[in-house]
């Protein structure tokens, strides 16, 4: 592909946008705009490249507290789903403008970072998306044990015929005296799953704690590491929470509240 046929392309992808703006989240247009966009990326910039994991892990679900009452809470819901997603296309017309200016400054030929499967893969994008947009309705009701949310996880891989690409809870590594024992482990695409309960104001703080040294344990092995913490409306400031913990490069934070 060549410098203007990029940049045409990726300039389609922004027009979209204004009409995504009046649709809905998760809509058949919107799932298509964003797997084509990301295939141009991936085309474009090169799965490594920060434009293509910006995109790729862009949360189109609502962050942070609010309260309602019970009347209104639908209501609440949907303004906060509404304002989510349209916050999430202009970061995503950001990082698409910024892959504008890119091409414009490094020429085509040099933008590109290649593609290497023990970085990013589409595995990976359907792993963060099957939390995304599945974790939730696979729980009916509140787990009591992280267990339940492990064996929910499990179940949803497999439904997405990655049964064959994972392990649970069967590798381990040593590392600094101590045992670590992954929850899921997907050895081709060098990528952990990591599975999280937050069920009490205390287990929050503990969860931050684990996490952080997971990374430092996890990351002598694997390139990849995803942390799923499913909450049961502890956590108050997500953003605060996963913006502390993806501040290392290759790490994805997915807050699934219940």
Not at 69 to 85: H, I, L, W
Request: a neutral charge; charged letters at 30%; hydrophobic letters at 35%.
């Amino acid at each position: 592909m060549d410098k203007k046929t990029a940049i045409k392309s990726i300039q389609n992808q922004i027009t979209e946008i204004k009409h995504l703006q009046r649709g809905t989240r998760f809509s058949s247009e919107h799932i298509k705009w964003w797997t084509d966009t990301l295939y141009l990326l991936e085309d474009i910039f090169g799965e490594n490249s920060r434009i293509y994991l910006s995109f790729a892990n862009l949360s189109w679900h609502p962050s942070g507290s609010f309260v309602a009452d019970v009347y209104s809470m639908e209501q609440v819901f949907d303004k906060k789903r509404e304002e989510a997603f349209l916050s999430a296309l202009e970061r995503a017309r950001g990082i698409l403008e910024s892959g504008i200016t890119r091409i414009k400054g490094k020429g085509i030929k040099n933008v590109y970072e290649g593609k290497n499967p023990t970085k990013q893969s589409s595995d990976i994008v359907k792993i963060i998306s099957l939390m995304d947009t599945k974790l939730r309705k696979a729980l009916h009701n509140k787990p009591e044990k992280e267990k339940e949310v492990q064996d929910a996880m499990e179940t949803l891989f497999i439904g997405a015929d990655l049964d064959k690409e994972f392990t649970r809870e069967k590798e381990n590594l040593v590392y600094s005296s101590k045992t670590y024992i992954p929850d899921f482990v997907f050895n081709r695409i060098s990528t952990v799953v990591e599975a999280k309960l937050c069920n009490s104001p205390s287990r929050e703080k503990e969860i931050i704690a684990e996490i952080n040294d997971d990374i430092v344990a996890y990351k002598t092995k694997y390139a990849n590491l995803i942390f799923v913490i499913y909450d049961l409306g502890i956590i108050r400031d997500q953003d605060r929470v996963r913006n502390s913990l993806e501040e290392n490069e290759h790490v994805v934070v997915r807050i699934v509240k219940h």
